[in-house]
């Protein structure tokens, strides 16, 4: 760890009872009244040194939280994500049809147990004649708190609408997230996302490029794997003078399998055949069993220039659906993102 001050409380008692003596001009031994308020002010000025060393550690990113790590993720244009709201879908039932509309405004709030509330995220018309009418649903705030309520259970409409007898939700309320709140755990993810930032003014396609933006998509996301796609390629190569030729800036030589013209069994490396891959062009000497070969077959992987694959994991190692991948995709390849070259 490190402290931006010595905090010890014997060198500090030690310190001020000695400066008390000083100023009295003589010892003060253990009763004397001024020794006891010497002794007293000992809790108080390690108290002090210990908030001014946490006000000093708070500048460096490892130490800092709350506002204090908004302001330090603002010079990196890294803001603390909000989170998102559970959703549902609402169908709102008459008892018996009416001759005339009813009009369910937006915003019509419900709740399951009158401490959590949801609220429809648009206005509807039950029409006339029917019995019953669906509306999708949002929680009133950001966070897991809404999530898990089982289909049937928010049934206790708040804002009440004439005519309307029940109300029920058709799905289970899912996909709220708390965000990056001012806690430990949010303060850490939201460290993590500034100590990646500088990454992310790279125009070269970085690792690290990917990992911040991926995890920008969703608080969500607690880590992320991003590696360049690969394919595998078969090629028959004919053998000049003892050498095949394959061009490519992107071969993966220690995958590289060499085979004679027709055959199964793979060559032996260094004994049928040597190689040397240099400014972007795979030469292959054979020798051995090949030595009279005319031509070879290979298989080689490389990788795909300008293709990533990206892989997030979610809290409770749970893998994304394909709503969030879509959510990466689309945060990844955004017009704004530099690095995806």
Not at 68 to 75: F, T
Not at 129 to 134: C, D, I, L, P, R
Not at 279 to 299: C, F, M, N, Q, R
Request: with cysteine.
């Amino acid at each position: 760890d490190i402290h931006l001050t010595t905090i010890d409380s014997s060198t500090i008692y030690t310190e001020l009872i000695t400066a008390l003596e000083k100023g009295a001009g003589e010892p003060l031994y253990p009763g004397a009244e001024r020794r006891i308020y010497g002794e007293a002010l000992v809790a108080v000025f390690v108290a002090l040194y210990n908030k001014l060393d946490d006000v000093g550690r708070q500048t460096l990113l490892r130490y800092a939280r709350g506002e204090v790590l908004d302001a330090i993720g603002e010079r990196l244009g890294v803001k603390r994500l909000e989170g998102d709201t559970a959703k549902t879908v609402m169908r709102f039932s008459l008892s018996t049809p009416r001759e005339t509309n009813i009009i369910i405004p937006k915003w019509t709030k419900v709740t399951p147990d009158g401490e959590n509330y949801f609220a429809t995220d648009e206005i509807a018309v039950l029409q006339a004649g029917t019995y019953s009418v669906e509306i999708p649903t949002s929680a009133v705030g950001n966070g897991v708190k809404f999530n898990g309520y089982a289909a049937g259970t928010i049934t206790t409409l708040v804002d009440l609408i004439p005519y309307i007898e029940s109300v029920t939700n058709l799905t289970e309320t899912a996909g709220g997230d708390d965000g990056e709140p001012y806690t430990e755990a949010g303060d850490n993810r939201l460290r993590e996302r500034i100590r990646l930032a500088p990454a992310k003014r790279s125009t070269a396609g970085p690792e690290l490029a990917y990992i911040y933006w991926a995890m920008t998509a969703d608080s969500s996301i607690i880590d992320v794997k991003a590696v360049s796609e690969t394919e595998t390629i078969s090629r028959t190569l004919t053998v000049y003078n003892g050498h095949a030729f394959k061009g490519g800036a992107t071969l993966l030589i220690d995958t590289l399998i060499v085979r004679a013209h027709g055959e199964s069994a793979a060559a032996v490396k260094d004994v049928d055949y040597a190689i040397d891959y240099t400014d972007d062009l795979l030469t292959i000497e054979v020798k051995g069993s090949l030595a009279a070969a005319e031509s070879i077959d290979i298989e080689i992987t490389q990788t795909l220039e300008g293709c990533v694959k990206i892989v997030p994991l979610l809290k409770g190692g749970k893998t994304p659906d394909s709503a969030m991948l879509s959510k990466v995709l689309e945060t990844v390849n955004a017009k704004d993102t530099r690095p995806m070259t």
